[in-house]
């Protein structure tokens, strides 16, 4: 069976879960907890190489002020509690975004829990936070021009390689299945550039239903698909891809 190198999940349905429930939307963010530290102690069992979650995006910011503030509690709460934990199994963490829109105490933290599971060679686990697919892209470009600009780089060298490599995920291999759940069909300015070729999976259940078993449930209808990478049936069946490394750009 072939397992995915990088998962990527877009966690959505926290607030309709607990609305069905009566609550306020908080509780559900709260709920969203625990299937975060189940999807994580499942991927270091079964030995997936990356893991990115979809935490808050650059449009979140736009929710009310409550519900924001609630959010980053959260994140500060679980970093505080879990960071030990993540250590211990080897996983290193980092934060993906435009942190510089975080609280400085936040953005502490995360730079302290970055640090802390630097070395580790297990899981590499991206929390976006303050993310946006089309922000990560536009930075890229704020580099790679300044780049030019000073006359380090010719605008003519810039490629696939060179671009990927100033992105967020740069050094990871492609996010080979891309799971969203909350019943909506669509990518809501997560990685644009990275999901090129990823395998998506949708599934109704809300970010809180969510579990190991629900991973497993996404792996294995990932594994009974076919990449053909742009190649014909045949093509791709010969040659096997590697899978995230298809496609042209050679990470
Ligand atoms: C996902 O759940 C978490 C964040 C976007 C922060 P939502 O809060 O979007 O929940 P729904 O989609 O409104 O149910
Ligand atoms: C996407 O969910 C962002 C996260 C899960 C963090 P949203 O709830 O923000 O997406 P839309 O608004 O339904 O597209
Ligand atoms: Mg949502």
Not at 44 to 64: D, K
Not at 99 to 115: D, P
Not at 176 to 186: A, N, P, V
């Amino acid at each position: 069976m072939t397992l995915p190198k990088h998962i990527a999940i877009v966690m959505d349905g926290n607030g309709r879960w607990a609305e069905a429930r009566g609550e306020p939307r908080t509780a559900g963010h709260r709920a969203g907890i625990e299937p975060v530290r189940q999807v994580i102690r499942e991927c270091v069992q079964l030995g997936v190489s990356a893991l990115t979650l979809f935490a808050f995006s650059s449009e979140n910011w736009r929710r009310p002020e409550t519900e924001v503030a609630t959010l980053m509690g959260l994140f500060m709460e679980a970093l505080d509690r879990e960071v030990e934990e993540l250590h211990a199994n080897r996983v290193r963490l980092r934060v993906i975004g435009n942190r510089q829109r975080l609280a400085v105490r936040l953005q502490q933290r995360i730079a302290e829990a970055e640090a802390k599971t630097a070395g580790n060679d297990g899981l590499c686990l991206q929390v976006a936070v303050s993310y946006g697919g089309r922000w990560d892209v536009v930075e890229a470009a704020k580099r790679l021009a300044a780049r030019a600009a000073s006359g380090a780089l010719r605008a003519n060298d810039i490629d696939e390689e060179l671009f990927a490599a100033e992105l967020q995920l740069a050094g990871l291999p492609d996010p080979d299945l891309f799971i969203r759940t909350g019943g909506d069909h669509r990518v809501s300015n997560f990685l644009l550039w990275n999901i090129a070729y990823a395998e998506l999976y949708f599934t109704d259940l809300l970010w809180p239903d969510f579990d190991a078993t629900e991973l497993q449930r996404a792996i294995e209808d990932f594994t009974g698909r076919e990449r053909r990478f742009g190649l014909t049936g045949t093509q791709a069946g010969a040659t096997k891809p590697s899978g995230s490394t298809a496609g042209g750009s050679k990470k």
